[in-house]
């Protein structure tokens, strides 16, 4: 009999490992895959290569900035500009790593094993909200608390675990939450979860940042893994990404509370992880548009 081959990843309990590995997991890529915004709009860091670099966007010039036995992702800047956090896949997990942008030192501060991804500062600066799989293989919301002196604290797992009776296939029994983020006082965080659903990752819901808070679907529509949804620096509207039953993923704003959709961008090509500049006067996107997978910044219309 054939050796088989070993899965990747072990630590996700989850069916079909294409959709949760392919479409949600971040790749290694030739080209930016993910980025955000320093506090003051005027410099950007993204991943590339299986590294982070930090550009000033009215320049041509990129920084390398991280260069561990890792692949570097998601990375996520501080309020105060001091510090970005980031995912780092290595030792067949995804763990979650703090660069000190002023030493270059960075420091692991997730060693659970598990799957840690999409990190995203609390706007005081004092917790993180991220994707785990560390309570029981499935992919739940969790937030970190900072000490004063920036040391990682209290870890707690926001969202429950509950076992769906619906017939789905392709998706797990058990609901998924992905893609927080916070609003912006802090008080409450934003996640896609298929809660209620049979198809695709699911709506868009609200609930207090604290643990096992009941949540609100503020609207739903057949999401697959690429929305992460950004609030406006007003916290009046929400950016996020979606195919809406078409090939492409495009650029979409609703209102923060739910409500109609506007999309805000149109082409036969994808444009995903859109984040709003701290100013609101731009947004900074990934795009295919030329065939090549580049990092954008245009003004809000």
Do not use: C
Request: hydrophobic share 30%.
């Amino acid at each position: 009999m054939a050796a088989q081959r070993k899965p990747v990843l072990k630590q996700i309990e989850l069916p079909h490992p294409y959709y949760y590995r392919e479409m949600y997991l971040p790749q290694l890529t030739s080209g930016p895959s993910s980025v955000t915004w320093s506090p003051d709009s005027s410099e950007v860091i993204y991943s590339m290569g299986g590294a982070l670099w930090r550009q000033r966007v009215d320049s041509s010039s990129a920084q390398q900035i991280t260069d561990g036995a890792g692949y570097d992702y998601q990375p996520d800047w501080s309020p105060d500009g001091k510090r970005v956090v980031y995912v780092s896949y290595l030792h067949d997990a995804m763990e979650l790593f703090e660069l000190d942008l002023e030493s270059g030192n960075s420091t692991q501060i997730t060693k659970d094993s598990a799957v840690d991804v999409e990190p995203r500062w609390s706007p005081d600066g004092t917790r993180i909200v991220y994707v785990s799989t560390a309570y029981h293989g499935r992919f739940h919301i969790f937030t970190m608390n900072f000490k004063s002196d920036g040391t990682p604290d209290r870890v707690t797992r926001l969202t429950e675990e509950t076992k769906s009776n619906l017939p789905r296939y392709y998706y797990a029994e058990y609901d998924t939450e992905i893609h927080p983020t916070w609003s912006r006082d802090g008080k409450e965080i934003l996640f896609v979860s298929n809660r209620g659903h049979i198809y695709g990752t699911g709506g868009f819901w609200r609930m207090k940042a604290e643990a096992f808070a009941p949540a609100r679907e503020i609207h739903y529509e057949e999401t697959t893994w690429k929305a992460r949804p950004d609030f406006s620096p007003d916290g009046t509207k929400i950016l996020y990404s979606s195919y809406l039953g078409r090939q492409w993923h495009q650029l979409w704003v609703m209102p923060a509370n739910g409500g109609d959709t506007f999309p805000i961008s149109y082409g036969d090509w994808d444009e995903t992880y859109a984040r709003w500049s701290p100013d609101g006067k731009r947004i900074a996107f990934i795009s295919n548009r030329n065939g090549n997978t580049e990092l954008w910044v245009q003004e809000f219309p």
